[in-house]
């Protein structure tokens, strides 16, 4: 994503908590900074893209004692709703801004500058952040306020979570039915059986590839911010629950860096319940 910004000829500087992961950015033209707060110091926008809801607020906490006022922070990981819409009363309070930005796409829509981006935060905030976000992004919608990002984001890996179910339920089945799985999948995504994971997982489950892609453990986190918000909404998620169970198999063998798409192994070691 980063890449992107600096093809466009923007002036990027950037940080990592692994330093030589910005070495190629930098032999393309982006500047690194030593810290956060340098990189706070120099920056009018400051996009993240970090793990958990306390690693955005440790960042963020580091890159305001620098920052320049109405600074606009745009994050893009995937976070708890209720953490975004906290971060977002912090920041506004102290005369900064702020976007929660999660993206869906996997690491192919970030290579290709494809990404979709939900926003939640101030509408004028959002046409401004285009100006960065269509770098990498295909398709960028304001969906709410605070938090709203956030909460998109949780009803689009619900989705992705029944649907990498369905998937490799089926190619399991298959399997188990002495049917050739590639030739299956080939003809069952060619109809109302296609998707998204079909397309893009599939094939790693014909070459027993596990690896990431996005993986088991970084799933799992986000069914937890899943729980937690439909938790509070008083929303039905008996298929998320159930693929977090199935997920927590894999992650308690050690398989917790693998991809998602390794649930296939996980249904292929199960025998049918009545």
Known sequence: MAGHLVTVGLEVTVWNRTASKCAPLVERGAVAAATLQELGESCDIVCLCVGRTEDVEECIHELVDAAKPRTLFIDHSTISPFGAQKIHKDLSERGFRFIDAPVTGGSVGAQNGALTIFCGGDPADVDEAKGVLSAYGKTIEHVGGPGSGQMTKVANQIAVGGALL????????????????????????????????????????????????????????????????????????????????????????GHGEWTTAALFEAMLAMDYEA
């Open 166 to 253: 369905a998937l490799c339920e089926s190619l399991s089945f298959a399997q188990k039915a002495g049917l050739d799985i590639a030739q299956t999948r080939d003809l069952i995504s060619r109809g109302a059986a296609g998707s998204w994971a079909m397309e893009n997982y599939g094939p790693k489950i014909l070459k027993r590839d596990w690896s990431p892609g996005f993986s088991v453990k970084n799933q799992r986190k986000d069914f937890g911010y899943c729980k937690e918000a439909a938790e509070r909404v008083g929303a039905a998620v008996p298929g998320t629950q159930l693929v977090d169970r199935l997920l927590m198999i894999l992650e308690a063998q």
